[in-house]
Protein backbone atom coordinates (compact mmCIF):
# COMPACT_ATOMS: atom_id res chain seq x y z
CA UNK A 1 0.00 0.00 0.00
CA UNK A 2 0.98 3.41 -1.04
CA UNK A 3 0.85 6.67 1.51
CA UNK A 4 0.30 9.77 -1.16
CA UNK A 5 0.92 13.43 0.44
CA UNK A 6 -0.97 16.28 -0.47
CA UNK A 7 -2.00 19.43 0.37
CA UNK A 8 -0.38 21.39 2.91
CA UNK A 9 1.80 18.61 3.76
CA UNK A 10 3.23 18.72 0.48
CA UNK A 11 3.37 22.37 0.25
CA UNK A 12 5.56 21.92 3.52
CA UNK A 13 8.03 18.94 2.16
CA UNK A 14 8.58 21.62 -0.91
CA UNK A 15 8.85 24.90 0.50
CA UNK A 16 11.27 23.81 2.79
CA UNK A 17 13.72 21.70 0.67
CA UNK A 18 16.91 22.91 0.78
CA UNK A 19 19.41 23.57 -1.91
CA UNK A 20 21.84 20.15 -1.32
CA UNK A 21 18.46 18.09 -1.04
CA UNK A 22 18.16 15.96 -4.03
CA UNK A 23 14.80 16.86 -5.99
CA UNK A 24 12.79 13.07 -5.69
CA UNK A 25 12.50 11.63 -8.98
CA UNK A 26 8.74 11.52 -11.13
CA UNK A 27 6.42 8.72 -10.94
CA UNK A 28 4.04 7.28 -13.53
CA UNK A 29 0.97 6.87 -11.31
CA UNK A 30 -1.95 7.25 -13.00
CA UNK A 31 -4.89 6.40 -10.13
CA UNK A 32 -4.68 5.87 -6.66
CA UNK A 33 -5.75 2.54 -6.50
CA UNK A 34 -3.16 1.12 -3.97
CA UNK A 35 -3.41 4.39 -1.68
CA UNK A 36 -3.74 4.04 2.28
CA UNK A 37 -4.14 6.07 5.33
CA UNK A 38 -3.98 3.42 7.56
CA UNK A 39 -2.10 4.87 11.05
CA UNK A 40 -0.32 1.78 10.75
CA UNK A 41 1.13 2.73 7.46
CA UNK A 42 1.73 6.06 8.85
CA UNK A 43 3.37 5.02 11.72
CA UNK A 44 5.81 2.91 9.88
CA UNK A 45 6.33 5.07 7.20
CA UNK A 46 9.53 7.87 8.16
CA UNK A 47 7.83 10.77 7.29
CA UNK A 48 10.40 13.80 6.55
CA UNK A 49 8.81 15.69 9.30
CA UNK A 50 6.23 15.26 12.41
CA UNK A 51 2.24 15.34 12.67
CA UNK A 52 0.24 16.36 15.45
CA UNK A 53 -3.71 17.10 15.89
CA UNK A 54 -2.79 20.91 15.74
CA UNK A 55 -0.32 20.28 12.54
CA UNK A 56 -2.00 17.14 10.89
CA UNK A 57 -0.78 14.96 8.01
CA UNK A 58 -2.59 15.57 4.71
CA UNK A 59 -2.89 12.37 2.48
CA UNK A 60 -5.03 11.06 -0.85
CA UNK A 61 -7.29 8.62 -1.34
CA UNK A 62 -9.10 7.29 -4.04
CA UNK A 63 -12.41 7.22 -2.52
CA UNK A 64 -14.80 8.13 1.00
CA UNK A 65 -14.56 4.26 1.97
CA UNK A 66 -10.38 4.70 2.19
CA UNK A 67 -11.13 7.88 3.93
CA UNK A 68 -9.87 8.17 7.67
CA UNK A 69 -11.33 10.07 10.88
CA UNK A 70 -7.86 10.47 13.14
CA UNK A 71 -7.44 13.65 14.68
CA UNK A 72 -3.60 13.33 13.65
CA UNK A 73 -4.60 12.48 9.61
CA UNK A 74 -6.70 14.66 7.31
CA UNK A 75 -7.63 12.39 4.16
CA UNK A 76 -8.71 13.99 0.75
CA UNK A 77 -10.51 12.33 -1.83
CA UNK A 78 -9.45 12.03 -5.52
CA UNK A 79 -11.76 9.37 -7.50
CA UNK A 80 -10.55 10.81 -10.93
CA UNK A 81 -7.88 10.00 -12.69
CA UNK A 82 -4.37 12.06 -12.28
CA UNK A 83 -2.49 14.27 -14.86
CA UNK A 84 0.52 12.74 -16.01
CA UNK A 85 3.43 14.71 -13.57
CA UNK A 86 1.07 14.34 -10.31
CA UNK A 87 3.30 12.39 -8.18
CA UNK A 88 7.02 11.90 -7.10
CA UNK A 89 9.03 9.41 -5.56
CA UNK A 90 9.13 10.17 -1.75
CA UNK A 91 10.57 7.12 -0.19
CA UNK A 92 9.52 3.20 -1.28
CA UNK A 93 6.33 2.98 -2.64
CA UNK A 94 5.19 6.37 -0.88
CA UNK A 95 4.69 9.51 -2.92
CA UNK A 96 4.33 13.12 -2.48
CA UNK A 97 2.28 15.64 -4.84
CA UNK A 98 4.13 17.08 -7.43
CA UNK A 99 4.77 20.93 -7.25
CA UNK A 100 2.55 21.55 -9.69
CA UNK A 101 -0.38 19.19 -7.95
CA UNK A 102 0.02 20.59 -4.99
CA UNK A 103 -0.34 24.08 -6.27
CA UNK A 104 -3.86 22.87 -7.92
CA UNK A 105 -4.83 21.52 -3.90
CA UNK A 106 -3.98 24.38 -1.96
CA UNK A 107 -5.92 26.30 -5.32
CA UNK A 108 -9.10 24.95 -4.34
CA UNK A 109 -8.64 25.83 -0.39
CA UNK A 110 -6.97 29.13 -0.43
CA UNK A 111 -8.19 32.65 -1.43
CA UNK A 112 -6.84 34.66 -4.59
CA UNK A 113 -3.68 35.99 -3.39
CA UNK A 114 -3.12 33.58 -0.98
CA UNK A 115 -3.44 31.02 -4.57
CA UNK A 116 -0.58 33.46 -6.07
CA UNK A 117 1.61 33.74 -3.23
CA UNK A 118 1.71 29.89 -2.90
CA UNK A 119 2.67 30.41 -6.38
CA UNK A 120 5.54 33.04 -6.13
CA UNK A 121 7.42 30.64 -3.45
CA UNK A 122 7.09 27.41 -5.18
CA UNK A 123 8.52 29.23 -8.38
CA UNK A 124 10.73 31.13 -6.66
CA UNK A 125 14.54 30.47 -5.67
CA UNK A 126 14.41 30.15 -1.74
CA UNK A 127 13.50 27.81 0.66
CA UNK A 128 11.61 28.85 4.54
CA UNK A 129 11.66 27.24 7.21
CA UNK A 130 9.79 24.73 9.36
CA UNK A 131 7.63 26.85 11.08
CA UNK A 132 6.25 27.86 7.69
CA UNK A 133 7.67 31.57 7.23
CA UNK A 134 10.98 32.74 7.21
CA UNK A 135 13.79 31.93 4.91
CA UNK A 136 16.47 29.08 5.19
CA UNK A 137 18.29 29.72 1.87
CA UNK A 138 18.93 29.61 -1.73
CA UNK A 139 17.53 26.76 -3.79
CA UNK A 140 16.96 25.92 -7.74
CA UNK A 141 13.14 26.66 -8.41
CA UNK A 142 10.42 24.17 -7.87
CA UNK A 143 8.73 24.44 -11.31
CA UNK A 144 7.72 27.68 -13.32
CA UNK A 145 4.20 29.50 -14.48
CA UNK A 146 4.56 26.92 -17.72
CA UNK A 147 4.90 23.78 -16.31
CA UNK A 148 2.03 24.61 -13.91
CA UNK A 149 -0.18 26.01 -16.62
CA UNK A 150 0.82 22.68 -18.76
CA UNK A 151 -0.48 20.69 -15.53
CA UNK A 152 -3.93 22.59 -15.11
CA UNK A 153 -4.34 21.86 -18.74
CA UNK A 154 -4.38 18.03 -18.07
CA UNK A 155 -6.42 18.38 -15.09
CA UNK A 156 -8.86 20.56 -16.55
CA UNK A 157 -12.55 19.64 -14.94
CA UNK A 158 -10.81 19.03 -11.11
CA UNK A 159 -11.85 20.41 -8.00
CA UNK A 160 -9.75 23.86 -7.92
CA UNK A 161 -8.51 24.33 -11.83
CA UNK A 162 -10.39 27.57 -12.19
CA UNK A 163 -9.52 29.79 -9.58
CA UNK A 164 -5.60 27.77 -9.68
CA UNK A 165 -5.52 29.27 -13.52
CA UNK A 166 -6.93 32.82 -12.44
CA UNK A 167 -4.38 32.81 -10.19
CA UNK A 168 -1.74 31.59 -12.44
CA UNK A 169 -2.14 34.68 -14.31
CA UNK A 170 -0.36 36.49 -11.61
CA UNK A 171 2.21 33.97 -10.40
CA UNK A 172 5.98 35.57 -11.65
CA UNK A 173 8.76 32.98 -11.10
CA UNK A 174 12.65 33.12 -9.57
CA UNK A 175 11.72 35.67 -6.52
CA UNK A 176 14.63 35.11 -4.25
CA UNK A 177 13.28 35.97 -1.31
CA UNK A 178 9.68 36.38 1.39
CA UNK A 179 10.53 40.41 0.31
CA UNK A 180 10.97 39.98 -3.16
CA UNK A 181 7.35 37.79 -3.27
CA UNK A 182 5.97 41.54 -1.33
CA UNK A 183 7.64 43.64 -3.34
CA UNK A 184 7.10 41.83 -6.85
CA UNK A 185 3.11 41.96 -6.30
CA UNK A 186 2.80 45.20 -5.14
CA UNK A 187 4.19 46.09 -7.89
CA UNK A 188 2.39 43.73 -10.43
CA UNK A 189 -0.85 43.07 -9.17
CA UNK A 190 -3.69 45.29 -10.73
CA UNK A 191 -4.69 47.99 -8.02
CA UNK A 192 -7.84 45.76 -7.41
CA UNK A 193 -6.07 42.71 -6.04
CA UNK A 194 -3.80 45.37 -3.98
CA UNK A 195 -0.92 46.60 -6.34
CA UNK A 196 0.17 50.18 -6.93
CA UNK A 197 -0.21 50.23 -11.46
CA UNK A 198 3.40 50.19 -11.97
CA UNK A 199 4.60 48.92 -15.27
CA UNK A 200 5.84 45.45 -16.27
CA UNK A 201 8.58 43.95 -14.21
CA UNK A 202 11.09 41.28 -14.41
CA UNK A 203 12.57 39.61 -11.55
CA UNK A 204 16.17 38.66 -11.29
CA UNK A 205 16.33 40.10 -15.18
CA UNK A 206 20.01 39.60 -16.79
CA UNK A 207 21.58 43.13 -17.34
CA UNK A 208 24.57 42.86 -19.40
CA UNK A 209 27.49 45.13 -17.84
CA UNK A 210 29.44 47.49 -19.59
CA UNK A 211 33.05 45.88 -20.72
CA UNK A 212 34.78 48.74 -19.25
CA UNK A 213 32.49 48.78 -15.88
CA UNK A 214 33.52 44.70 -15.02
CA UNK A 215 36.61 44.72 -13.39
CA UNK A 216 34.86 46.46 -10.97
CA UNK A 217 32.68 43.57 -9.58
CA UNK A 218 33.84 40.92 -11.56
CA UNK A 219 31.47 40.08 -13.79
CA UNK A 220 30.12 40.55 -17.37
CA UNK A 221 26.71 41.03 -16.22
CA UNK A 222 24.34 41.14 -13.00
CA UNK A 223 20.58 40.31 -12.54
CA UNK A 224 18.31 43.00 -11.15
CA UNK A 225 16.52 41.85 -8.26
CA UNK A 226 12.68 43.94 -9.61
CA UNK A 227 13.49 45.44 -13.02
CA UNK A 228 11.51 48.10 -14.79
CA UNK A 229 12.50 47.15 -18.57
CA UNK A 230 10.26 50.49 -19.87
CA UNK A 231 11.78 52.81 -17.17
CA UNK A 232 15.43 50.82 -16.79
CA UNK A 233 14.77 51.03 -13.26
CA UNK A 234 15.76 48.23 -10.40
CA UNK A 235 14.83 47.73 -7.22
CA UNK A 236 16.96 45.89 -5.03
CA UNK A 237 15.66 44.12 -1.21
CA UNK A 238 18.77 44.86 1.07
CA UNK A 239 18.54 42.49 3.59
CA UNK A 240 20.18 42.67 6.95
CA UNK A 241 21.32 39.18 6.76
CA UNK A 242 22.73 39.15 3.45
CA UNK A 243 24.02 42.93 2.79
CA UNK A 244 26.39 43.50 5.84
CA UNK A 245 29.98 42.97 6.21
CA UNK A 246 32.76 44.90 5.00
CA UNK A 247 33.50 42.88 1.35
CA UNK A 248 29.53 42.43 1.20
CA UNK A 249 28.35 46.48 1.34
CA UNK A 250 31.29 46.74 -0.62
CA UNK A 251 30.10 44.74 -3.67
CA UNK A 252 26.67 45.98 -3.33
CA UNK A 253 27.48 49.60 -3.25
CA UNK A 254 29.97 48.90 -6.71
CA UNK A 255 27.07 46.94 -7.90
CA UNK A 256 24.92 49.65 -7.50
CA UNK A 257 27.30 52.77 -8.61
CA UNK A 258 27.87 50.38 -12.24
CA UNK A 259 23.87 50.04 -12.99
CA UNK A 260 23.92 53.74 -12.32
CA UNK A 261 26.80 54.32 -14.91
CA UNK A 262 24.91 52.46 -17.12
CA UNK A 263 21.72 54.45 -17.00
CA UNK A 264 19.40 51.86 -14.78
CA UNK A 265 18.29 54.06 -11.95
CA UNK A 266 18.22 52.03 -8.54
CA UNK A 267 16.53 51.89 -5.44
CA UNK A 268 17.25 49.84 -1.99
CA UNK A 269 14.62 48.28 -0.58
CA UNK A 270 14.81 47.32 3.03
CA UNK A 271 13.33 45.98 5.90
CA UNK A 272 13.05 49.19 7.77
CA UNK A 273 12.04 51.61 5.35
CA UNK A 274 8.90 48.97 5.04
CA UNK A 275 8.17 47.29 8.17
CA UNK A 276 4.78 49.48 8.51
CA UNK A 277 1.92 50.29 6.06
CA UNK A 278 2.68 53.59 5.87
CA UNK A 279 6.47 53.40 5.57
CA UNK A 280 5.80 51.21 2.32
CA UNK A 281 2.99 53.60 0.88
CA UNK A 282 6.00 56.45 1.32
CA UNK A 283 8.36 53.58 -0.29
CA UNK A 284 6.25 52.92 -3.09
CA UNK A 285 5.69 56.97 -3.82
CA UNK A 286 9.67 56.69 -3.75
CA UNK A 287 10.05 54.59 -6.32
CA UNK A 288 7.95 56.09 -8.67
CA UNK A 289 9.25 59.40 -8.33
CA UNK A 290 12.82 58.28 -9.13
CA UNK A 291 11.68 56.06 -12.12
CA UNK A 292 10.27 58.88 -13.40
CA UNK A 293 6.81 57.30 -13.05
CA UNK A 294 3.35 59.11 -12.63
CA UNK A 295 1.60 59.52 -9.18
CA UNK A 296 -1.46 58.13 -9.36
CA UNK A 297 -4.28 58.52 -6.65
CA UNK A 298 -6.38 55.34 -5.70
CA UNK A 299 -10.48 54.89 -4.68
CA UNK A 300 -11.14 53.65 -1.14
CA UNK A 301 -11.51 50.07 -2.67
CA UNK A 302 -8.18 49.70 -4.06
CA UNK A 303 -6.60 51.19 -1.18
CA UNK A 304 -8.33 48.91 0.96
CA UNK A 305 -7.09 45.92 -1.12
CA UNK A 306 -3.39 47.46 -0.90
CA UNK A 307 -3.54 47.37 3.02
CA UNK A 308 -4.99 43.88 3.00
CA UNK A 309 -2.17 42.93 0.69
CA UNK A 310 0.79 44.28 2.98
CA UNK A 311 -1.18 42.87 5.69
CA UNK A 312 -0.84 39.49 4.19
CA UNK A 313 2.28 39.22 3.10
CA UNK A 314 3.88 40.56 6.13
CA UNK A 315 1.76 38.82 9.01
CA UNK A 316 4.54 36.94 11.14
CA UNK A 317 1.95 34.62 12.23
CA UNK A 318 0.76 33.25 8.89
CA UNK A 319 2.33 30.09 7.86
CA UNK A 320 2.54 29.17 4.42
CA UNK A 321 1.10 25.65 5.33
CA UNK A 322 -1.12 26.21 8.01
CA UNK A 323 -3.42 22.98 9.38
Not at 63 to 76: L, P, Q, W
Not at 280 to 302: A, K, L, N, S, Y
Amino acid sequence: MTLYLSHQSALRYWLTKTQDEAFPDGVPDKSLAFATASMKEVKCAGLPFGYSPKDPLHLLVPNRSCARGHKSVVTHVWSRAVPQGSFNELWGSNRISSPEFTYLQMAGRRPLIETVEIGCYLCGGFSIEDEGRGYVGERSPLTDPGDIRSFLDAAKGAYGAVPAMRALEYVIPSAASPMEVLLMLAFSLPPELGGWDFPPISVNQRIEVDERLQTLIDKSYVRGDIYMPSVKGDVEYDSYAFHTGKYRLDHTQARRNVLEAMGVKTVSATWGQTNTFDKFETFIWMVRERFGIEQREFDDREKAAQKDLYALLTDKNKRMFCP
